[in-house]
């Protein structure tokens, strides 16, 4: 046998390296994308209160703050009933009269109804 020659073994070794190399260098490459990381751009649902009066106004937000926004995927009205941040263990409830709640990872108003890549289920 020639010491070039890859045994079964070592072929598929190397391939699954290669694979994981792929796979965490487009997470990395999508991570860090762009240098202007935007909020999605959502309609307000007319159906839904909460975000007809909106809970994006992020204008005393840092440029960082709003980026994290972005990163996390933060949308005011998501398609995934069972992901609200309603019901989310990271939510924080509206003060008063504001329709508008908080998170404990993300600056800025929170629609009861939105959703980021961060949600996490309340504990029962």
């Given at each position: 046998?020639n010491?070039?020659?890859?045994s ?13 190399a ?9 991570a860090?994308?762009g ?7 959502v ?40 992901k ?13 009269t ?13 629609a ?7 949600w996490?289920?309340?504990p029962?």
């Amino acid at each position: 046998m020639n010491s070039n020659d890859l045994s079964r073994r070592d072929f598929f070794l190397r391939a699954s390296a290669l694979g994981v190399a792929a796979v965490g260098g487009s997470a990395l490459l999508a991570a860090c994308g762009g240098k202007e990381a935007a909020t999605p751009d959502v309609p307000a649902a007319a159906s839904d209160p909460v975000a007809a009066g909106g809970c994006n106004d992020v204008t005393g937000l840092t440029e960082q703050e709003k980026q994290m926004r972005g990163a996390l995927q933060y949308i005011e009205v998501t398609e995934i009933p069972d992901k609200r941040c309603d019901n989310c263990q990271l939510y924080i409830e509206p003060e008063g009269t504001s329709a508008c709640g908080a998170c404990k990872i993300l600056k800025g108003p929170v629609a009861p109804a939105g959703h980021c890549t961060s949600w996490a289920a309340k504990p029962a």
